[in-house]
């Protein structure tokens, strides 16, 4: 039992997850298109629906290339690493409260730890290493440089994002993302609370997500695909559905640490555990995974490409100072208000 | 004795699932590395293992020396880092800490906040952060 009941919630959790990016990349083309004018995809399926799975299937049936002067080994680890990264961070994401199946209390999340948000943080610095290898074991400039440009990224943007979060962990007192979503019922949301910290967090989930403005390390007019540029055919898709499901760990963790999880503030929290609730507390943080989600497409759509120093001197000179500064307004917070 | 040994267990046993978690990864990333060679064709020629380089005949490799702003970025990273682990343990517990050491636990952490700050006010004379 120790094993089967998380087997068969890994097993739920993928397929959503595995279900979502496919159709987050059919709206990311459908939105672009619809920002842009244009109609979209719509020759495969109805509305062009089965776009996304016949452009997997195609990937199945390309051809895998590794170039002769790569380095073999790494060039194929990389991708592992920035995959089994990406699909193994949702385990400590709540996205509901407690409910009841056949009589049995069943937790909407695969691995309550008690130090879920470390855990998170710490596999996103892990991931760093699958595009900084992808990149030099590529043995090409493009991806040598799109590596490298993202390594500095990635961890210029994990110290404020590090930041950031302890404001939301002196509010809860706790590292377990149960907790921190406890401590935000009605209108306690942490964007009110520390908006400063909200907003350093959101920028620092789009340069960690590598998605635009930040989307430098594959910056397509200069650096052709960047990291990726030499990977083909499922590992290329690897990369691909990394980004994606990165993405998605991104929004599920703006949910929780800042908008109140299932929370609203006029549903009262009290009664969740009866009847429909817990479902329209699910249906609640789905609605706010996303809206954030949008928010990422559309934020691409709407805000050109930074230059690298302009992203190093955002990272260093504004939002690490406005990250600590948030720490200290929260420090503040609670000793004079006691919240 | 026998009760720390079950409290040790319970918190294994909490790690269980997140194990799962990885090892369901890994094995999914492993399986679609092993599929993409697997299904597609297989006609390697020497022209198309050539490193891409917009379609020029590639000039040396790429493993060569790069910008040492770099180093200095992983650098600074590290010592920042190590840093803000420290304010985590600080930051779950202050409610509590708060309430017997008053103002003082939160002033600690202010004068450590400072000692980082001038070491970053070094970093900006320094030059270290300039991109040119």
Known sequence: ?339 | MFNNLAENFYMIEQYIPLILAILVALLFSLFLLKASSLFGPQKPNVEKLTTYESGMEPIRTARERFSVKFYIIAMLFIIFDIEVVFLYPWAVNLKILEDKLGFFIIAEMFVFILILLVGYIYLLKKGALKWD
């Not at chain 1, 199946?101 to 695969?110: H, N, P």
């Not at chain 1, 934020?299 to 948030?326: A, E, T």
Request: neutral net charge; charged residues 10%.
């Open chain 1, 1 to 339: 039992m120790v094993v089967l009941i998380p087997l068969a919630k890994i097993a739920i959790a993928i397929s959503i997850l595995l279900f979502i990016v496919t159709y987050l990349v059919y709206f990311e083309r459908k939105i672009s298109a619809w920002i842009q004018d244009r109609i979209g995809p719509n020759r495969v399926g109805p509305y062009g629906l089965l776009q996304s799975p016949a452009d997997v299937l195609k990937l199945f049936f390309k051809e895998d290339i590794v170039p002769s002067a790569a380095t073999k080994f790494v060039h194929s680890l990389a991708p592992v690493i920035s995959l089994t990264v990406a699909m193994s961070t949702y385990a400590v994401i709540p996205f509901g409260p407690d409910i009841e199946i056949f009589g049995q209390k069943v937790r909407l999340i695969v691995a309550d730890v008690d130090v879920g948000i470390l855990f998170i943080l710490a596999f996103a610095s892990i991931g760093v290493y699958g595009l900084t290898l992808s990149g030099w074991a590529s043995n090409n400039k493009y991806s040598l440089l799109g590596g490298l440009r993202s390594s500095a990224q990635m961890i210029s943007y994990e110290l404020s994002m590090g930041i950031s979060v302890v404001g939301v962990l002196i509010l809860a007192g706790s590292l377990r993302i149960y907790d921190i979503i406890n401590s935000q019922q009605g209108w306690m949301w942490n964007a009110f609370i520390q908006p400063i910290g909200f907003i350093t967090f959101v920028v620092a989930a789009f340069a960690e997500t590598n998605r635009l403005p930040f989307d430098l390390p594959e910056a397509e007019p200069e650096l052709v695909g960047g990291y990726h540029t030499e990977y083909s055919s499922l590992k290329f898709a690897m990369f691909f559905l990394a980004e994606y499901a990165n993405m998605i760990i991104a929004s599920c963790l703006i949910t929780t640490l800042y908008l109140g999880g299932w929370h609203l503030p006029f549903i009262d929290s009290a009664t969740l555990s009866y009847g429909l609730m817990p479902l329209i507390s699910v249906m609640i943080f789905v609605a706010k995974v996303l809206f954030l989600l949008f928010f990422f497409i559309w934020v691409r759509w709407s805000i050109p490409r930074f230059r690298y120093d302009q992203l190093m001197n955002l990272g260093w000179k504004v939002m690490l100072p406005l990250s600590l500064l948030n720490l200290m307004w929260v420090a503040l917070l609670v000793y004079f208000f006691k919240i």
